[in-house]
C-alpha cells in the first residue's frame, strides 16, 4: 500500500534507494575492495631480475616468485604487496632488499597480474601460506622471514604472523581494518557489518609476538595515520614506528623508508620469531 501523503511518499522512495545503494555495496563490495591493474604487465622483468617460481599452478601464471639471499643462511623478505599493482611492479621496490644481500619472495594473489582466480581474504592469505611453506621446503626456516606488508598486504602479513613463527613484521601503510576503513569512507552505511573481507589488523596484532615495524606517512589519504598509530599501540613490544610528517600511501620510499626497514632487519637476532 503506497503512502498517502507527499512526505510519507518521499521517505519511502528515499528507504527504497538507501536499501539499494547499500545491496549494491554489499553485493559488489570486492570490486571496491580489489582493484587488480590492468593490462597486467609482463613477467619478464622478473625472471630479469633473478625471480624464479616455486610454484607451477594448472591454470595462470605463478603466485610465488623467490630470489634466494645472497648467502646460505641470509634473510628473506617476504613481500605482500598493496592494491592496484603485482609482484612485477614490487620486483622494482625490493632491489635494495637484494642488494643488501637478503632474499625476496614475492607473493602474488589470485586474481591479480596473470594470476587465475578471484581475489578475496581466504585465497589470498592462502597463497602467501603457501609462500611460507616453499621456503620452509628449501630450508629457510621462519625465523630467517621478514614479513613486509603493503597496504592491502598488512593484512595478510598479520595474519601470516599469527599463524607462522617470523623474524620480524612490517607494516606499511596498515589499517586497523577494512571494515573499519570501509566504515569511514561509507560513513551513512552500516559498511561495517556488510565486509566480508575485514582483514582485521587491529584483532590479531596483539597475538604477534615478532619484532614489529609500523610505517605511516601522516600525509595518508587513502589510510590515515591514526590507524597506523593504533596498531603500533596496541601492539607487543618490541615495536617501533616510522612516521613521515610529508609522507602520503605510496611514497614513503621517497622519504627513507626503506632505509629504516633494512636497518630494522639488520637489528633482528636470530630466531626472534615467537
Known sequence: ??????????????????????AVLALRQRSFIYRPPQPPLPLAPLHDAGYAPLDTPPRGSPLLWFAPPASPD??????LHGNATTVVESADKLAPVREAGHGVLLVE???????DGQP???????????GLDALAARGIPGDRVV????????GVATQLACARRVAGVVLEAPFTSVAARAQEIYWWTPARWLVRDSFDNL????????????????RDMVTPVHHGHALLAAANTPKTGFFVPQGGHADLTEHGMTAAILSFIAA???????
Not at 74 to 79: E, K, L, N
Open 1 to 22: 500500500m503506497w503512502p498517502s501523503t507527499p512526505l510519507a511518499l518521499s521517505l519511502a522512495l528515499l528507504a527504497v534507494a538507501y536499501g539499494g545503494v547499500v
Open 74 to 79: 641470509g634473510r628473506v623478505v617476504a613481500f
Open 109 to 115: 594473489y589470485p586474481g591479480f597480474g596473470h594470476a
Open 120 to 130: 578475496a581474504e581466504r585465497p589470498i592469505v592462502g597463497a602467501a601460506l603457501a
Open 147 to 154: 614479513l613486509w606488508g603493503e597496504s592491502l598486504g598488512t
Open 203 to 218: 584483532g590479531r596484532i596483539g597475538a604477534i609476538g615478532a619484532p614489529l615495524l609500523v610505517a605511516h606517512g601522516e
Open 268 to 274: 633482528l637476532p636470530r630466531g626472534s620469531g615467537p
